[in-house]
């Protein structure tokens, strides 16, 4: 179960930005999905620990992460949170399996423990990624890439994956495997997901449930087992991509507009 519920404020000189979002589940797969500039990042950002929110609180499973009222604010490195950042951000300079273990907080003190170093190389196997381990991720394909950074988000044993569009930046053929490959490993490792998306066919294709983010609130949750046609509507009509032109999309738009308009 993630239960959030909070409220944050981030300002430079000359804008200001409210985010006020409250959402309960125990859908194995959640998207957060909305315009840019909606408060999605920041959302995932406070679970994780970056941001401090001013009031509220975060639970995973019944473990308190953060509770304003209490004065529990357990630092990022024991949230226990997968983060999974926009275009994986792998370090070029580190092998994968140095990549890898930098999801371990000991390595930033210089050593594994041969605890460690046996759960590192059990993640390359899960992953097909032992013959790659001492490679630069840049010499990777974008299949391999994107494991690389489910070994590193699953190395700290999280009881949540933060997903920050995944797949942002590639091509249609890359996304609908890597979709497929994330699916499998969530189900695999069966840990719970909240992705951001921009993409309403991510949304169609991984998230059990979707939290419609507008101006640093949700306005809306849609089970997407069950989502009515006006829900699908608003979706695909009312989100970031209702100017989108992709001929898929544009069919999709018309079939479910066709099916909204019918009383
Ligand atoms: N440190 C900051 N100082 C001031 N404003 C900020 C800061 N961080 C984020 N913002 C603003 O807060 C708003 C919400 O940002 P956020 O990154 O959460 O949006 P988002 O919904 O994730 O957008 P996108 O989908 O484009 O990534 C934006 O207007 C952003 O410019």
Redesign the pocket.
């Known amino acids: 179960m993630i239960d959030v519920d909070i409220a944050l404020s981030?300002?430079?000189r000359s804008?200001?930005?409210d985010?006020a979002v409250r959402f309960a589940t125990d859908a194995p797969f959640a998207a957060l999905y909305?315009?840019?500039?909606?408060?999605?990042?920041?959302?995932l950002q406070a679970i994780a620990g970056l941001l401090r929110p001013s009031r509220g609180h975060i639970r995973i499973d019944g473990r308190t992460l953060f509770d304003a009222q209490a004065g529990v604010d357990l630092a990022p490195a024991v949230r226990r949170t997968g983060y999974l950042f926009q275009n994986y951000a792998l370090f070029p300079h580190l092998s994968v399996r140095q990549n890898v273990a930098f999801g371990l907080t000991s390595w930033h003190r210089g050593r594994l423990s041969a605890q460690e170093r046996e759960r590192v190389q059990h993640l390359l196997e899960s992953f097909d990624l032992a013959t790659t381990a001492e490679s630069r991720p840049a010499t990777l394909s974008g299949g391999q890439q994107q494991r690389v950074a489910l070994a590193r988000a699953l190395a700290c044993e999280p009881q949540v994956l933060l997903l920050d569009?995944p797949f942002a930046s590639l091509n249609p053929m890359l996304r609908q495997n890597l979709r497929e490959e994330l699916a499998e490993v969530r189900r695999r490792w069966g840990i719970p997901a909240l992705m951001?998306t921009?993409d309403v066919e991510d949304v169609l294709a991984l998230a059990d449930v979707a939290f419609i983010?507008e101006r640093?609130q949700i306005v809306q949750q849609i089970g997407m087992h069950d989502a009515s046609s006006r829900d699908m509507a608003r979706i695909v009509l009312d989100g970031p991509l209702a100017s989108d032109t992709s001929p898929l999309k544009q069919k999709l738009r018309k079939m479910l507009q066709a099916s909204w308009s019918t009383p």
């Open positions: 981030v300002a430079d804008r200001r930005f985010l909305g315009p840019s500039g909606s408060g999605k990042t920041l959302t569009e951001i921009h983010y640093g």
